[in-house]
């Protein structure tokens, strides 16, 4: 067909479609195609693809865009004759071009309604085109290609893609050969035209279903082992990032997913061999066997992550030599960790390494149980503990001693080493397992009761973690009972099958969370991560007034580098910003609840202030995944959990990095700012502020200061013996009575550090928290302040 035959077919649909009494430079709206059959669909999809890059009028275009729109949500069939043009257009694109999406015609094929067509002469012109060229990607595609042109033309293909590829390469082209024309189709989809880029998980759950396929990927990864292991032994020469070629990195990545995705039994012993191999030379040079194969299998981590590959990833960050490693590590570790929060199946295994559980030698009783491990070193005993780290003690006939032996270091040096490395592996373990079960929040993660009390309360790992943690059990359909195993000392009965998840406050009546922080502050229980003191954030009416987008945390001056930093640190992902070109503005995002909704907070870079750079907040929006594209979607149809857990995220950037915090902004002399900082220091209390003044109501009477201290409104009133001190609850600002002058106090490098000084019992870290306190203790005694600078101020106008 003519492209003025496909261009005229396309306007009369159009026009049958919106509005035949229209001309047809007019703008009518967008098409409903609707009404159209499958194979008007298909043939229009041939029309809409040939037409390509071709300048057509607006109204055309837009029927093109409405049309693969319908194809992407209805996957019609398509005619045979369908699919032979759609063949005879890609042959047209190589020629006119220089490209074309072969997987188009192989999802053609599969979707072909009758007998498929001879394609066999624009198979042969398509391979040949690519094989001409100096790269050749998705050779997937073009396999299941070559398979259509017949024998020779699929031998001549398959010799093509692995010269010089090496031995994996040629493992992995001979097995997509081997495959049914149907089979080469789907697995089409998973092929990638680079390391950078990832199908949509649909495509890898194709794979990982095909025995095969899975077979190939289980053979390349031991192929892998194997070679490392040789390399390290000196059977193969050393050479800097030459272990594998890039495709073979590529082959090796998409091997690791499926096996990712199918969780395979013997995949975490071979990674335990993997990576060091890859990541640490057999000599003491600082270079890397296969830099390029390390950074791969972080990215297969990002999008199927397991607890064992997380852990080996931090195990060789610490060990690996080259210095510029552990950053790009540190940057992907945060997606890793975000993603394995999602992947709810998987996210809480922990091994128990050879750990028993023990008594409490103060309580005596489970709820006092730790993680034990003894090993003999002569005349002395290594004793492991796991709270809420690991630590490594030393014991002589029962007696505890203050350092490792000498006889130990001198005599037994490798099991010193071998118990060092667990005791890191196993801190290892314990942030995955935290961050894991924080981050699920998002997807309302739901365990079985049985799994749960065997493999979490129960594993002499987690148990000191998960036990402070609140629980909720459907002890009966549709009947949830919280518990904190902590302080309940025996867990509640019921069915190995009843559900289990994390307690989270916005579930809850405001009664059962004030009851809830009761017990933790008189049971001194500090629990691994803010849950019970955990903020809320519920849509407001100016939310739902402007409908798709919040202003909350819009129109905030900010530390751009200690914002871009928490980005990395939460999980989020953003360009780094700069007064570039393009530099000026981003959308960091994070994507939530299993990968079905993604937040976005806009900022703006603003300016340099010295050697400081700032920005500005703007809007948060949410999107919606909607068969595999994300769709802008009303907060009012975002779920509460996901919206109070992304807008707590986004308090935190804001909160932290607001130069409202920052004391050195009083004296600047720009308005602008200058204003932002008056108006903003000492207002209204955020979501954590809130929460942090609850927190103070439950710690003052505790404290030996508590008869000077008083809460009012957004403050802490603090009565010293020379002024009375007003600290605000948000950005632990000074103000001095009776004139309400400013006070600043810069901190002590280590004070505010979240955990209090040893003495104060804080039922979670926060740094606000801590330093406000800190302040509190310093000005109630304000007699004693030895420090000049704050005490001209605090003289200046009593």
Known sequence: MS??????????????????????????????????????????FVAAHRIGAVPVP??????????????????????????????????????????????????????????????????????????????????????????????????????????????IVTDEIAAIAGLTPAEQRQLSGIDREDRFTTPHADMWRTAADNPAYAAFARRALEAAAARTDAIRAGEIPYRADKAFTDREVMSLGQALRVALLRDEPW??????????????????????????????????????????????????RRTVRHAGVPRQLDKQLKKVEAALAERTEVALRLPRLGFETVAGTETGTVSGASGVMRRTAGDYEAVLTVTDTATLTWEKEGRPLRSVPAPVRREHPALLKELRELVKRVDAHLVTLVRALEGGFTGDAVHSYGRWRTELAGHPLARTLVRRLIWEIEVAPGDWRAVLPETDGHLPD???????????????????????????????????FKQAFREIYLLTPAEEQTRV?????????????????????????????????????DAADRVLAAGAWRVRFFHTWSDYSGDDELASTDQVRFDRREEGDWREAPLAEVPPLVFSEAMRDVDLFVGVTSIVADPAWTDLGEERRAAYWRSNTFGDLTASAEVRREALERI???????????????????????????????????????????????????????????KVFLPFEDERLSLILSKAFLLAADTEITDESILVQIKRGA
């Not at 890609?90 to 009758?114: I, K, M, N, S």
């Open 58 to 167: 607006p109204a055309v275009r837009r029927l093109c865009f409405a049309v693969e729109g319908a194809v992407r949500e209805r996957q019609p069939r398509y005619t045979p004759d369908a699919c032979r043009r759609m063949f005879e257009v890609l042959v047209e694109h190589c020629e006119e071009h220089g490209r074309a999406d072969l997987t188009l015609g192989l999802d053609f094929l599969h979707h072909c309604t009758g007998p498929l067509p001879d394609v066999s002469v624009q198979a042969r012109s398509l391979v040949g085109f690519w094989l001409g060229q100096d790269t050749v990607r998705r050779p997937y595609a073009l396999l299941g290609v070559a398979a259509l042109a017949g024998e020779p033309t699929l031998r001549e293909t398959m010799e093509h893609l692995t010269r010089n590829m090496g031995p």
């Open 700 to 758: 003052l009477p505790r404290l030996r200061i508590a008869d000077r201290c008083s809460l009012d409104g957004r403050f802490l009133v603090v009565r010293g013996d020379l002024r009375t001190y007003r600290i605000h609850l948000g950005s632990a600002n000074v103000l001095m009575e009776p004139n309400d002058a400013y006070l600043c106090i810069v901190p002590a490098r280590g004070k505010g550090d979240g955990k209090g000084d040893g």
């Open 267 to 316: 995949l975490p012993e071979l990674i335990e061999r993997l990576l060091p191999g890859i990541a640490l030379a057999p000599t003491t040079a600082r270079t890397l066997p296969s830099q390029a194969m390390l950074y791969e299998v972080v990215r297969a981590a990002e999008e199927f992550p397991t607890p064992e590959l997380v852990t080996a990833i931090r195990t060789v």
């Open 494 to 528: 019921a069915p190995d099958d009843a559900r289990v998840r994390l307690w989270h406050p916005l579930r809850s009546d405001p009664d059962t969370v004030r009851a809830w922080r009761d017990l933790l502050t008189e049971r001194c229980v500090r629990q691994p």
């Open 3 to 44: 492209y003025d035959a496909l261009t005229g077919l396309a306007a009369r649909l159009l026009r049958a479609l919106t509005h035949p009494d229209r001309p047809f430079g007019d703008e009518p709206g967008n098409p409903d195609l609707s009404q159209v059959s499958d194979e008007e669909l298909g043939t229009l």
């Open 549 to 585: 987008y919040s202003n909350r945390f819009a129109a905030h001056l900010v530390h751009y580098r200690r914002m871009f930093a928490l980005f990395r640190a939460r999980g989020w992902s953003s360009r780094l910003l700069g007064h570039w070109d393009c530099g000026d503005g």
